[in-house]
């Protein structure tokens, strides 16, 4: 069945370095691919998403391209902060249903 | 515009006994998902209620119900309770098919 792979964490960086969360996926037909974030003590918040291939998500300095060759959703940030702390999910929702199917989550730590 | 809300927004119960979970959606949202999220683990899909019919299921028992009512509300019942379903259980809307989901806080439910 369709299934969603991340790196495993935790991730510790210090402020203003680079971050890179890698994603996989596995799925039939072209789904849509998201990025969610989970704050401490907090639920889900869609961070950004893509609908076709070559499409790049975009938010609060976030990025990830929908890489249909590699059936990858990398998420990138260049220059990270301590209120980036959180947990990252990738996630997919297929093209023949509306649920949605996440990854473990990879934690991020941001150290001033 | 309020956002997706539950309640409560803590539970604690005892092993075999039921429990009901709310949900509103955010406005305009009619179609409304339930996920379980596991400490330290990836939202895993229960079910997904639209136009107050259950759409889809995940792999979960039967003890896991929900309804959802004509003003898109929906609730959530576990019967006989075990030790295992001690997780966050997070409600989602939408607006339709094939759209993005926004995500409620959760309730945190621990069953001792």
């Known amino acids: 069945g369709d299934s969603v792979t991340q790196m495993e964490g935790p991730v510790t960086l210090s402020e203003e370095a680079f971050l890179t969360i890698n994603c996989t996926y596995t799925?039939?037909?072209?789904?849509?691919l998201f990025w969610y974030v989970q704050y401490p003590g907090e639920g889900l918040q869609l961070l950004l998403k893509a609908t076709k291939a070559d499409d790049k998500g975009s938010n609060k300095g976030f990025e990830a391209t929908y890489r249909k060759e590699t059936t990858s959703f990398h998420l990138e940030k260049g220059s990270v902060q301590v209120s980036d702390s959180a947990v990252y999910f990738c996630a997919l929702r297929g093209t023949s249903y509306d649920k949605v199917i996440f990854g473990p989550g990879t934690s991020l730590s941001v150290i001033p | 515009d309020a956002g997706v809300t539950q309640s409560p927004t803590h539970l604690i119960k005892t092993r075999g006994q039921q429990v009901t979970l709310r949900c509103s959606p955010k406005?305009?949202?009619?179609?409304v998902s339930w996920y379980q999220q596991a400490l330290g683990q990836g939202p895993q899909f229960i079910f997904q209620?639209?136009?107050?019919?259950?759409?889809q299921r995940g792999n979960f028992p039967d003890r896991f119900s929900g309804h959802q009512f004509p003003n898109y509300s929906s609730e959530l019942n576990v019967n006989a309770l075990l030790l295992g379903d001690s997780a966050l259980y997070l409600c989602a809307s939408s607006r339709g098919a094939g759209q993005g989901e926004y995500f409620g806080p959760g309730t945190r439910l621990t069953v001792t």
């Open positions: 209620y639209y136009e107050e019919e259950e759409r």
């Open positions: 406005s305009g949202h009619d179609t």
């Open positions: 799925a039939t037909g072209y789904p849509s």
